[in-house]
């Protein structure tokens, strides 16, 4: 791939690791364009954001549709249509199927809260205090068809204090994952140019 990587970024909600990937795609330092922004919410915040930035949005509410399978549908055609080289979800919470995931495989990447493989799922800071862990911290990874599986990027390290709460706690490793985005963003545009 000789020419800039075509990026889109998949999010549900206020769109914090969207904005900071689109603030890093438009460096002229990065080989890689900000192309799409794709929602499955009609009322996620971070819409208003891709307005401001002037970047193409797609909105396809998921409650649209009778399945997974006729969703990713509406999304492909949007992806295809931006003609999208490299994936990145930054808080879209919908399992996508093992179909969708194997086309895109090694040119899908997500971002969880939690030092992978543990604590996979859902409500990760609460989970991690309730047992008492001294660490915690944030994986970029490829997508695979197993939930927040595959090979590890980027991780990045908080230490858990004694007074954390699942808030306190969800903000240090939110700083985190703002860093850790943008450098495994890099280290995939890479390999996609080189390969």
């Not at 914090?16 to 919410?41: D, I, Y």
């Not at 797609?58 to 249509?81: C, G, N, S, Y």
């Not at 808030?167 to 080189?194: G, T």
Request: proline share 4%; charged share 20%; aromatic share 6%.
């Amino acid at each position: 791939m000789t020419q800039a990587v075509r990026v889109a970024i998949l999010f549900s909600g206020r769109g914090s690791n969207m904005q900071t990937l689109a603030h890093h795609l438009a460096k002229q330092s990065v080989p890689a364009t900000f192309v799409l922004a794709l929602t499955n919410r009609p009322d996620a915040g971070g819409i208003e954001f891709c307005q401001a930035q002037g970047v193409d949005c797609a909105v396809i509410d998921h409650k649209a549709f009778d399945t997974r399978a006729a969703f990713e549908v509406e999304m492909q055609k949007a992806l295809d249509t931006a003609r999208v080289d490299l994936i990145c979800a930054a808080g879209f919470m919908r399992l996508l199927t093992p179909a969708f995931v194997t086309h895109w495989r090694d040119r899908i990447i997500n971002i969880h809260p939690s030092l992978l493989p543990a604590y996979k799922g859902l409500n990760t800071h609460a989970r991690v205090l309730a047992d008492g862990g001294k660490e915690h911290g944030c994986s970029v990874h490829y997508m695979r068809a197993e939930m927040d599986d595959g090979p590890i990027i980027v991780q990045k390290r908080v230490r858990v204090h004694n007074d954390d709460t699942p808030e306190s706690l969800a903000a240090r490793v939110l700083k985190q994952e703002h860093l850790a985005y943008p450098e495994a963003l890099d280290i995939v545009v890479k390999n996609l140019i080189d390969n």
